[in-house]
């Protein structure tokens, strides 16, 4: 599964927005283009170096380019 926009994972899942590889490695846990990173429930991040945001809803993990 691949988006250039956005896409929504649950744990143990993976795709790509656009060429960065997205994953959602355990509850809470979200990796984007080797980066990693904690979520908390209703907490988002910005990876800085591809320009996508990971944010977390209850097991539900949106990533979007900015």
């Keep these: 599964m691949s988006s250039d926009k956005s896409i929504t994972l649950a744990p143990l899942h993976y795709a790509k927005v ?13 990796a984007v283009g080797g980066d990693t990173q904690d979520l908390a429930d209703g907490e988002s991040f910005l990876f800085i170096r591809c320009g996508i945001t990971a944010k977390r809803s209850g097991s539900e993990y949106t990533f979007s380019r900015n």
């Design 18 to 30: 656009g060429i960065y590889h997205c994953d959602v490695a355990r509850e809470g846990f979200v």
